[in-house]
Protein backbone atom coordinates (compact mmCIF):
# COMPACT_ATOMS: atom_id res chain seq x y z
CA UNK A 1 0.00 0.00 0.00
CA UNK A 2 1.00 3.17 -0.72
CA UNK A 3 2.38 5.97 2.06
CA UNK A 4 3.29 9.55 2.95
CA UNK A 5 5.85 10.53 4.94
CA UNK A 6 6.37 14.33 5.70
CA UNK A 7 8.84 15.77 8.26
CA UNK A 8 9.68 17.82 10.45
CA UNK A 9 6.25 17.42 12.04
CA UNK A 10 6.75 20.80 13.83
CA UNK A 11 9.45 23.87 13.86
CA UNK A 12 9.81 27.00 15.31
CA UNK A 13 12.05 29.03 13.26
CA UNK A 14 13.10 32.89 13.35
CA UNK A 15 12.79 35.51 10.63
CA UNK A 16 15.72 35.50 7.96
CA UNK A 17 16.01 31.61 8.92
CA UNK A 18 16.08 29.21 6.18
CA UNK A 19 13.16 26.50 5.91
CA UNK A 20 13.54 22.96 4.17
CA UNK A 21 10.64 20.10 4.49
CA UNK A 22 10.50 17.08 3.00
CA UNK A 23 8.22 14.82 1.86
CA UNK A 24 8.58 11.02 0.46
CA UNK A 25 6.20 8.89 -0.79
CA UNK A 26 6.11 4.92 -0.87
CA UNK A 27 4.34 2.07 -2.92
CA UNK A 28 3.78 4.13 -6.18
CA UNK A 29 5.80 5.51 -9.16
CA UNK A 30 5.20 8.81 -10.69
CA UNK A 31 3.16 9.79 -8.49
CA UNK A 32 1.75 13.71 -8.85
CA UNK A 33 3.16 15.74 -5.47
CA UNK A 34 1.66 18.67 -3.96
CA UNK A 35 2.33 21.44 -1.30
CA UNK A 36 -0.63 23.13 0.65
CA UNK A 37 -0.16 25.48 3.32
CA UNK A 38 -3.09 25.94 5.76
CA UNK A 39 -2.98 29.40 7.52
CA UNK A 40 -5.12 28.87 11.10
CA UNK A 41 -8.77 28.80 10.51
CA UNK A 42 -7.99 29.27 6.75
CA UNK A 43 -8.72 26.91 4.15
CA UNK A 44 -6.18 25.20 1.49
CA UNK A 45 -3.51 27.14 -0.16
CA UNK A 46 -1.78 25.47 -3.19
CA UNK A 47 1.78 26.36 -3.28
CA UNK A 48 3.57 23.81 -5.84
CA UNK A 49 2.80 21.01 -7.69
CA UNK A 50 4.74 18.27 -9.37
CA UNK A 51 3.93 15.88 -12.61
CA UNK A 52 7.29 14.66 -12.49
CA UNK A 53 11.02 15.09 -11.76
CA UNK A 54 12.26 18.81 -11.64
CA UNK A 55 8.83 19.89 -13.10
CA UNK A 56 7.28 22.66 -10.56
CA UNK A 57 4.37 24.56 -10.59
CA UNK A 58 4.36 27.78 -8.86
CA UNK A 59 0.77 28.56 -7.71
CA UNK A 60 1.69 31.90 -5.71
CA UNK A 61 4.80 34.00 -5.81
CA UNK A 62 6.55 34.47 -2.78
CA UNK A 63 9.41 33.34 -0.93
CA UNK A 64 9.34 29.51 -0.69
CA UNK A 65 10.33 27.18 -3.54
CA UNK A 66 9.60 23.43 -3.99
CA UNK A 67 12.27 20.56 -5.47
CA UNK A 68 11.65 17.32 -6.82
CA UNK A 69 14.98 15.36 -6.90
CA UNK A 70 13.34 11.54 -7.23
CA UNK A 71 10.21 10.54 -8.61
CA UNK A 72 8.95 9.88 -4.62
CA UNK A 73 10.73 13.03 -2.93
CA UNK A 74 9.22 16.32 -2.43
CA UNK A 75 11.21 19.09 -0.76
CA UNK A 76 10.15 22.55 0.13
CA UNK A 77 12.51 25.09 1.12
CA UNK A 78 13.00 28.94 2.08
CA UNK A 79 16.25 30.96 2.39
CA UNK A 80 14.60 33.78 4.36
CA UNK A 81 11.53 32.92 6.42
CA UNK A 82 8.92 35.73 6.96
CA UNK A 83 6.91 35.88 10.32
CA UNK A 84 3.45 35.31 6.93
CA UNK A 85 4.86 32.23 6.72
CA UNK A 86 3.83 30.70 9.84
CA UNK A 87 1.10 27.97 9.28
CA UNK A 88 0.38 24.59 8.30
CA UNK A 89 2.13 22.77 5.82
CA UNK A 90 0.85 20.00 3.82
CA UNK A 91 2.93 17.53 1.24
CA UNK A 92 0.38 15.39 -0.27
CA UNK A 93 0.14 12.52 -3.85
CA UNK A 94 -2.30 11.96 -6.13
CA UNK A 95 -2.65 9.15 -8.70
CA UNK A 96 -2.33 10.32 -12.30
CA UNK A 97 -5.41 12.54 -12.90
CA UNK A 98 -7.63 11.53 -10.84
CA UNK A 99 -8.13 14.21 -8.53
CA UNK A 100 -7.80 12.45 -5.36
CA UNK A 101 -4.98 13.74 -2.69
CA UNK A 102 -3.49 11.30 0.25
CA UNK A 103 -2.11 14.01 2.31
CA UNK A 104 0.53 13.62 5.08
CA UNK A 105 1.09 14.43 8.51
CA UNK A 106 2.04 18.11 7.95
CA UNK A 107 4.12 19.92 9.29
CA UNK A 108 3.57 22.87 11.74
CA UNK A 109 5.54 26.04 11.03
CA UNK A 110 5.90 29.13 13.31
CA UNK A 111 7.88 31.97 12.97
CA UNK A 112 8.87 34.46 15.62
CA UNK B 1 -12.12 32.35 -11.21
CA UNK B 2 -13.67 28.80 -10.27
CA UNK B 3 -15.00 28.36 -7.04
CA UNK B 4 -16.56 26.15 -4.24
CA UNK B 5 -18.56 27.29 -1.55
CA UNK B 6 -18.53 25.68 1.53
CA UNK B 7 -20.88 27.20 4.82
CA UNK B 8 -18.48 27.45 7.13
CA UNK B 9 -20.72 26.27 10.07
CA UNK B 10 -21.01 25.17 12.46
CA UNK B 11 -23.03 22.77 11.89
CA UNK B 12 -24.42 20.93 15.62
CA UNK B 13 -26.05 18.07 15.65
CA UNK B 14 -26.89 15.91 18.19
CA UNK B 15 -25.57 12.05 18.57
CA UNK B 16 -27.43 9.57 15.84
CA UNK B 17 -29.17 12.21 13.81
CA UNK B 18 -27.86 13.17 10.13
CA UNK B 19 -25.79 15.12 9.10
CA UNK B 20 -26.16 17.27 5.88
CA UNK B 21 -23.46 19.07 4.69
CA UNK B 22 -23.21 21.17 1.27
CA UNK B 23 -20.95 22.05 -1.65
CA UNK B 24 -21.71 24.13 -4.03
CA UNK B 25 -18.98 24.75 -7.36
CA UNK B 26 -18.92 27.53 -10.14
CA UNK B 27 -16.93 25.79 -12.97
CA UNK B 28 -19.42 23.86 -15.04
CA UNK B 29 -16.49 21.18 -16.66
CA UNK B 30 -16.31 20.15 -13.15
CA UNK B 31 -15.84 15.99 -13.74
CA UNK B 32 -14.59 14.87 -10.27
CA UNK B 33 -16.01 15.44 -6.15
CA UNK B 34 -14.15 14.69 -3.33
CA UNK B 35 -15.12 15.18 0.47
CA UNK B 36 -12.35 15.29 3.12
CA UNK B 37 -12.15 15.19 7.03
CA UNK B 38 -9.94 17.05 8.51
CA UNK B 39 -9.72 16.61 12.48
CA UNK B 40 -8.35 19.36 14.62
CA UNK B 41 -4.76 19.87 14.09
CA UNK B 42 -4.30 16.67 11.88
CA UNK B 43 -4.37 16.51 7.60
CA UNK B 44 -7.25 16.17 5.45
CA UNK B 45 -7.67 12.59 4.67
CA UNK B 46 -10.18 11.30 1.42
CA UNK B 47 -13.64 9.96 2.59
CA UNK B 48 -15.24 9.87 -0.31
CA UNK B 49 -14.82 10.05 -4.06
CA UNK B 50 -18.44 10.62 -6.68
CA UNK B 51 -17.96 11.09 -10.51
CA UNK B 52 -21.69 10.46 -12.00
CA UNK B 53 -25.25 12.00 -10.78
CA UNK B 54 -26.91 10.59 -8.36
CA UNK B 55 -25.76 8.76 -4.90
CA UNK B 56 -22.86 6.78 -3.54
CA UNK B 57 -22.95 5.19 -0.20
CA UNK B 58 -20.16 4.02 1.50
CA UNK B 59 -21.19 2.63 5.11
CA UNK B 60 -22.65 5.84 6.97
CA UNK B 61 -21.93 8.36 4.38
CA UNK B 62 -23.64 9.27 1.08
CA UNK B 63 -22.69 11.19 -1.28
CA UNK B 64 -24.71 13.16 -3.14
CA UNK B 65 -23.72 14.74 -7.00
CA UNK B 66 -26.32 16.73 -9.17
CA UNK B 67 -24.51 18.68 -11.73
CA UNK B 68 -27.18 20.38 -13.57
CA UNK B 69 -27.37 22.21 -10.42
CA UNK B 70 -23.76 22.33 -9.68
CA UNK B 71 -23.68 21.46 -6.21
CA UNK B 72 -22.60 18.00 -4.26
CA UNK B 73 -23.28 16.92 -0.60
CA UNK B 74 -22.62 14.68 1.89
CA UNK B 75 -24.74 12.84 4.21
CA UNK B 76 -23.40 11.44 7.46
CA UNK B 77 -25.98 8.74 9.04
CA UNK B 78 -26.12 7.96 12.84
CA UNK B 79 -23.71 10.68 13.16
CA UNK B 80 -21.35 10.29 15.87
CA UNK B 81 -19.21 11.99 18.28
CA UNK B 82 -16.28 10.95 16.29
CA UNK B 83 -17.85 12.61 13.40
CA UNK B 84 -16.75 16.19 14.60
CA UNK B 85 -14.30 17.52 12.03
CA UNK B 86 -14.61 19.69 9.34
CA UNK B 87 -14.86 18.49 5.93
CA UNK B 88 -13.65 19.91 3.03
CA UNK B 89 -15.20 19.52 -0.66
CA UNK B 90 -12.81 19.92 -3.34
CA UNK B 91 -13.78 19.61 -7.15
CA UNK B 92 -11.67 18.92 -10.16
CA UNK B 93 -12.36 20.09 -13.82
CA UNK B 94 -12.58 17.59 -16.94
CA UNK B 95 -9.35 17.39 -19.04
CA UNK B 96 -5.66 17.62 -17.87
CA UNK B 97 -6.09 19.71 -14.64
CA UNK B 98 -3.93 18.05 -12.15
CA UNK B 99 -5.67 20.40 -9.57
CA UNK B 100 -8.93 19.98 -7.42
CA UNK B 101 -10.31 22.99 -5.82
CA UNK B 102 -10.76 22.84 -2.56
CA UNK B 103 -13.98 24.64 -0.40
CA UNK B 104 -13.07 26.12 2.95
CA UNK B 105 -15.20 23.59 4.84
CA UNK B 106 -17.54 22.99 7.41
CA UNK B 107 -17.34 22.47 10.87
CA UNK B 108 -19.15 19.72 12.24
CA UNK B 109 -20.05 19.14 16.09
CA UNK B 110 -21.70 16.14 16.94
CA UNK B 111 -23.38 16.60 20.79
CA UNK B 112 -23.69 13.69 22.95
Known amino acids: SQTIHQWPATLVQPVGSPLSLECTVE??????LYWYRQAAGRGLQLLFY??????ISSEVPQNLSASRPQDRQFILSSKKLLLSDSGFYLC???????????FGEGSRLTVL | QKEVEQNSGPLSVPEGAIASLNCTYS??????FFWYRQYSGKSPELIMS????GDKEDGRFTAQLNKASQYVSLLIRDSQPSDSATYLC????????????FGRGTSLIVHP
Open chain 1, 92 to 102: AWSPRNTGELF
Open chain 1, 27 to 32: GTSNPN
Open chain 1, 50 to 55: SVGIGQ
Open chain 2, 27 to 32: DRVSQS
Open chain 2, 50 to 53: IYSN
Open chain 2, 90 to 101: AVKRAGGSYIPT
